[in-house]
């Protein structure tokens, strides 16, 4: 951790520069305010936290504190201040200073102080970080819940066919186990877990997606084609989010086609060997976006449905990005959309299907 200690007096510099260092940070030093900021914007390495005493000659702590808020509003600041300046206190709290220590301390509380901005720094990462986090795990799980909503009334339809009532079931079971996962995600939430990340097939997920929603496409009158490529497609990456990703899009092509005469949807799975990427397209024949929508529809809780959360697709751009890929969306009013994510194609030694190509 970078920490930028801001005094005119050399000799309490050196003896915070020596104790810091010995604790494992990397030190720079500012004998006044104006160095502190040309460090601050045109320094060597990035400063995770400036200690600044409040009384130097030229600009005090408190400019100082003030000059660092006016562009950035997170970086911590401690202000290092004589006994009793209770005026200077509220003056800086107000000017979202992180902490105070009173002078003279020990390195000893120094160090704790240190130790509580970087906890509640976290804290205030990990919170802003799930304050946009839930709602997008909240929307995923309603598309699953649309799912078994989907699959239990069209099992009541089918109560005397015990093959596609075992199929529904089937469907429920799986849309559960989704739910399952999601819900783990929420409760790892802000923990710095990781999520595993492999070579997923793409054409088996696109096959356990479509399985997923094929029911409710039934239901809708949707006739889906698929033209996957013929070897075996891989991208690197987490296998949950990227199913996610497409059935966020084949809802989406789905809901378009509400009350169109032509209801047609088409998943494309392919390798571009000039680009080396993969790319998946999912076209529909739905009502189109218009332009004026068409700038919007990536912003979170932007929809032109009545009953959309209007999280969709940005749940979509979230996971592409992660992914290092890119989403790309055409439309043509009355005609229909595709939405095609495509990926760095990763190849490992044994890609073949068995079919030649
Ligand atoms: N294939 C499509 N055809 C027509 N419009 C689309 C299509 N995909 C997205 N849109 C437009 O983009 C908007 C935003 O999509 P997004 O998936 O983010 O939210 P939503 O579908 O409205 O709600 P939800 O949160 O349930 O997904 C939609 O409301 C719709 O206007
Ligand atoms: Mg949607």
């Not at 120094?110 to 906890?119: A, S």
């Not at 992660?322 to 194609?345: L, M, R």
């Amino acid at each position: 951790m970078n920490i930028l200690v801001v005094d005119d007096e050399a000799e309490q510099l050196n003896s915070l520069r020596v104790g810091l260092k010995s604790w494992g940070f990397k030190v720079f030093e500012a004998l006044n305010a104006e160095d502190a900021l040309k460090h601050l914007n045109h320094g060597p390495e990035k400063i995770d936290i400036v200690i600044t005493d409040y009384v130097m000659p030229g600009m005090n702590g408190m400019e100082l504190l003030k000059k660092i808020r006016e562009k950035n509003n997170t970086l911590p600041v401690i202000l290092m201040t004589a006994y009793g300046e209770k005026d200077l206190v509220i003056d800086a709290l107000r000017n979202s200073c992180n902490s105070f220590i009173e002078k003279p301390f020990t390195l000893d509380q120094l160090l704790k102080e240190i130790d509580r901005v970087i906890f509640s720094m976290h804290q205030n990462i990990n919170s802003r970080q799930l304050d946009g986090l839930i709602p997008k795990l909240v929307h995923q799980i309603n598309n699953y819940l649309f799912c078994i909503s989907g699959n239990v009334e069209l099992a009541i339809y089918d109560l005397d066919n015990t093959e596609a009532i075992k199929k529904h079931f089937s469907n429920i079971i799986e849309a559960t186990k989704k739910i399952q996962s999601i819900n783990r995600k929420i409760l790892t939430a802000g923990k710095g877990t990781e999520d595993k990340v492999e070579m997923v097939e793409i054409r088996e997920l696109l096959h356990d997606c479509i399985k997923m929603f094929e029911d409710l496409m039934t239901l809708k009158g949707v006739s889906m084609e698929k033209d996957l490529n013929r070897r075996y497609l891989y991208v690197s990456g987490n296998r949950f989010e990227l199913e996610q990703l497409f059935e966020n899009l084949i809802l989406n092509a789905i809901d378009s086609m509400d009350g169109r005469l032509e209801k047609q949807l088409r998943i494309t799975a392919k390798f571009d060997q000039h680009t080396s990427s993969s790319s998946v397209s999912i076209e529909d024949t739905g009502c189109g976006i218009t332009n004026e929508s068409m700038n919007k529809i990536f912003t979170s809780y932007f929809t032109s449905k009545k009953k959309g959360a209007g999280l969709g697709l940005s749940v979509v751009k979230d996971i592409v990005e992660k992914h290092k890929g890119e989403i790309k969306v055409k439309s043509q009013i009355g005609k229909g959309t595709t939405s095609k994510a495509v990926f760095p194609a990763v190849r490992p030694e044994s890609t073949q299907s068995g079919c030649s190509n």
